[in-house]
């Protein structure tokens, strides 16, 4: 695949000089840090406008509908989205829209399937997490859709796109929440914070040209279904570890302490966003590394990865010095309970922020079998240590457990890709000398 400049030039007509090329790598990082300012100041203002409104109890339920929401997008990104962004990054335009068109329609599909069973599992439920479900099966389309722009735009060296589409679905949510809170419940709240994402998703049409076709979902499907399912595997036991331990945290300590962990979480808010996006703008990047030096695909990791884990540090280290005054302004009743689990939480951010450099670079190279063994391992210590925290010392044991899990399983995502990249090489040797 032939790669392409930021503003979407085939190189074969306009070749790019070193400073250009770094200038162009700059830019279009730039743009995936405003993005994900711009989503990270969505969710942080939902999470926070939530929790003052509705309380730690009605947190917890908006809590699993959230996580719930996670598991889904996983399932999308696995099958539509991430494979876009592995072999679609930087190739000709045309063949960009085609890819695209198939990708989003394959998200689309996914949110109204799912969407469909959350519907129908809310209706069944009923009682206070019922309808919260319910409501999310109904704006999960939507969700899901405007997520698979962000992954187009950015597979197209075009992030100001990506972040123009964020900031209309932030702009949608103030009305939106406004409207929630005179309500007051928590299905309110999931209707207005999904309905705007709907707003974005349709802007995301206008912004892109393209029309999704779901009817090319089953040859998208079937044709990366050699990455996708894989993919699929290691996203939703990714995000149905964090399910799982909202649940059986809930189960154990009560639906509260689910509520305590995500206030302590919404303290972390402009990483943890940064972290559950982050493919859209490093993945891409990785895969031009990869094509145009990949010697240095280790070293841009590394940066990464290790960028992420201090600043996380360094935003931990500045939450210890918030008086009780402010932080009670910010998160209302639920700081009390927060404010404990800073630190672990705060370690726990800071490994994954280093993993994720190490992810990068096996979504780059391809590894899906490495990295799915990696995030089953990372994820089936997620859920021990999670479950055993919570049995031994409660929400803040819980706490600490999934703190030491995800530096563990950070190692082990380091220890693949280390192994991965000496096979890149051999490999790229071998073929060196038989051609």
């Not at 995936?32 to 917890?60: E, P, W």
């Not at 406004?178 to 995301?204: D, M, P, Q, T």
């Not at 089953?376 to 706490?399: D, E, M, Q, R």
């Amino acid at each position: 695949m032939t790669p392409v400049t930021a503003e979407g030039e085939d190189p074969q007509t306009t070749a790019p000089s070193a400073g250009s090329a770094k200038r162009a790598l700059a830019g279009r990082l730039s743009w995936g840090l405003a993005d994900q300012a711009a989503s990270s100041m969505s969710n942080f203002a939902v999470g926070i406008y939530v929790a003052r409104s509705l309380g730690v109890t009605a947190f917890g339920v908006f809590t699993l509908a959230w996580v719930t929401y996670g598991v889904v997008l996983n399932v999308s990104r696995g099958l539509a989205t991430d494979p876009l962004v592995v072999r679609f990054s930087g190739v000709p335009h045309a063949s960009w829209r085609a890819a695209v068109a198939r990708s989003s329609g394959t998200a689309l599909g996914v949110g109204t399937a799912l969407g469909t069973a959350c519907l129908v599992i809310g209706l069944g439920v009923g009682g206070r997490v019922g309808p919260a479900f319910a409501c999310l099966g109904v704006v999960l389309p939507g969700l899901l859709l405007q997520d698979a722009w962000r992954f187009a735009f950015f597979a197209a060296g075009t992030g100001r796109k990506a972040f123009v589409n964020d900031v209309v679905w932030g702009v949608a949510l103030v009305p939106a929440m406004v409207v929630a809170a005179r309500v007051g419940s928590v299905s309110a709240f999931v209707l207005a914070w999904g309905g705007s994402a709907a707003v974005a998703a349709v802007y995301g049409c206008f912004q892109s040209g393209i029309r999704p076709h779901v009817t090319g979902a089953r040859d998208w499907l079937r044709a990366h279904r050699d990455l996708g399912y894989r993919y699929l595997v290691e996203n939703v036991s990714n995000s149905g570890g964090g399910q799982l331990r909202a649940y059986g945290l809930g189960a154990i300590v009560g639906v509260g302490a689910v509520g305590v962990i995500r206030g302590a979480e919404l303290l972390l808010g402009p990483f943890t966003a940064v972290l559950m996006g982050l493919s859209l703008v490093t993945v891409a990047e990785a895969a031009r590394v990869l094509r145009r030096a990949p010697r240095r695909l280790g070293k841009f990791c590394l940066l990464l990865g290790g960028g992420q884990a201090v600043a996380a540090l360094l935003w931990g280290g500045a939450l210890l010095l918030v008086p009780d005054r402010g932080g009670e302004f910010v998160l209302g009743g639920v700081w009390s309970a927060a404010s404990e689990l800073i630190v672990p939480v705060t370690l726990g951010v800071a490994g994954a922020g280093l993993g994720t450099g190490a992810a990068a670079g096996l979504r780059a190279l391809g590894a899906a079998r490495r990295s799915l063994r990696s995030q089953l391992i990372a994820s089936a210590c997620y859920v021990s240590g999670g479950l055993g925290g919570a049995a031994v010392a409660g929400t803040v044991g819980s706490a600490w457990g999934v703190a030491a899990a995800i530096v563990t399983g950070s190692a082990v995502w380091w220890l693949q890709l280390r192994s991965a990249l000496r096979e890149h090489h051999q490999n790229t040797l071998r073929e060196v000398r038989t051609s």
